[in-house]
């Protein structure tokens, strides 16, 4: 038993180290498949995420919120019946069709907020799966994306 328990725990890791990448790109693209269906059951999950970000922007700032155009409906909505720290903001709402929906951008006078849930998770994914392969190869450096990212 105990040599069955080992030859396993091999195979195991074995399968583990060389599909490592694939692993990591299929749990990636299976949580952005997970986020895109809660915005589209929880559409509020949208608008709650724009509230989150419109509290932290300070009283009487000047902001532009652009989402997608999926998402604008419901974020409008929002903003009109939101009180609290969105009534206080000068708030302009703009639809970009090349958001992705769940994205949001805030601009205002103190700068820009991108707030885009499936790219920055497609970064991670990204910058895992070159950690995986570096792993893979046996080389120890930390990879990833471009700098900036």
């Known amino acids: 038993l105990e040599n069955e328990i080992h030859t396993l725990r091999a195979i195991r890791a074995e399968f583990m180290s060389s599909n490592l990448g694939g692993i990591i790109d299929f749990s990636c693209k299976l949580a952005g498949k997970i986020l895109v269906c809660e915005l589209n059951s929880r559409p509020e999950a949208i608008a709650e995420r724009a509230a989150h970000l419109l509290e932290r922007m300070p009283p009487d700032s000047k902001i532009t919120l652009i989402t997608s155009s999926d998402d604008i409906d419901v974020i409008e ?29 805030l601009e205002s006078d103190s700068g820009r907020i991108d707030a885009d849930l499936i790219g920055s998770l497609e970064k991670i994914g990204d910058i895992l799966s070159d950690q995986a392969r570096n792993f893979a190869g046996g080389v120890n450096e930390c990879a990833g994306g471009e700098d900036g990212d």
């Open 77 to 105: 909505t929002y903003l009109q019946d939101a009180g609290g720290p969105a009534e206080t903001l000068n708030t302009a709402l703009r639809a970009d069709p090349s958001l992705k929906p769940g994205s949001l951008r």
